[in-house]
């Protein structure tokens, strides 16, 4: 009998095959869904879609781009941002 908790379908079924030729279901947790700016609501660009145990295994510079606030925020929010923050300083003086 199958576990309670394996009978919903939040857990992808794959078929592997086995030695000694038995076919058995292993479960899976699916991927998470594109990372997108909170801002902008656009899927961020180089953020994987993995789940945060594997995330945490990539090194660093995989995990997201290298600029400021990179994997937070889409490159148009941050240049939105930056350029507010121009205008405000100059507006002040």
């Known amino acids: 009998m199958v576990r309670p908790s394996k009978r919903s379908h939040s857990e992808a079924r794959i078929k592997t095959r086995l030695p000694g030729n038995i076919m058995r279901i292993h479960y899976i947790r699916r991927r998470p869904k594109h990372a997108h700016c909170p801002v902008t609501n656009v899927k961020l660009h180089g953020v994987p879609r993995l789940r945060p145990a594997q995330l945490g295994k990539l090194?660093?510079?995989?995990?997201?781009?290298?600029?400021?606030?990179?994997g937070r925020i889409s490159h148009k929010a941050l240049s939105n941002a930056i350029q507010a923050k121009v205008l405000e300083q100059f507006s002040k003086q």
């Open 59 to 70: 090194g660093k510079t995989q995990r997201r781009p290298n600029r400021p606030y990179g």
